[in-house]
């Protein structure tokens, strides 16, 4: 689950998205996960944090946070651009993560690079490692068709969209149970973009 293609774009992508957010419900969705960790024991974990602004932003908002992506140059990037904040190269299955106590998860467009078949193996990984009731907040492209994710043309790297339906289905098997949802659109993005916040069963 190693991700070349943003090594080789890492300095392209860095101009191209230079803030944490596209669309201000992003930021909403941001807040209400901060809310609901707000005051849980642990690390937040930002998996595939990319460029580190994520990270930065939820650090802003009071949790305790570390960045986790596979790309050596997309770290570096956040590394240089937030000194003192905490990023580890890693994969979304979070095996080289270190023995921590992880307060809660977020994967913002991070799984959509992971084969399908293998999110439900990754998932597995992270019910785990978590306690009961531990928020985890999954973004990505979604898709309106009912059924199995549908395979798009991401500039970077192979890349999924997902029903949020079908998302969530994959998340009871692995041990999740859905507390919201929001799936927005915008006539400056070709595809609908879904939040689903769940907590380990």
Sequence with gaps: M???????????YAA?????????IEQHAAAAFAEVVSGREGVTVDVGCGLGHVTADLVGRGLDVIGCDPSVMMLDHA?????????????????TL??????????????????????AEVLKGWSERLTADTPVLIA???????GPPIQFDHAVAP??????????RILRQRGFDEDW????????????????LAHRR
């Design 2 to 12: 190693t991700q070349p293609g943003y090594d080789a774009m890492a300095d392209l």
């Design 16 to 24: 191209t998205f230079p803030s944490a957010y596209q669309f201000p």
């Design 79 to 95: 590394r240089r651009t937030y000194p003192d904040l905490t990023f580890i190269e890693g994969e979304a299955t979070l095996a």
């Design 98 to 119: 270190p023995e921590i106590k992880i307060a809660a998860l977020i994967a913002r467009f991070s799984l959509i690079h992971v084969e399908p078949t293998q999110v």
């Design 140 to 146: 990505f492209q979604a898709s309106d068709e009912p």
């Design 159 to 168: 890349a999924w969209r997902w029903h949020p339906d079908e998302f969530s």
């Design 181 to 196: 949802r929001i799936v927005y659109r915008d006539n400056s993005y070709r595809f609908p973009v879904g939040h689903l």
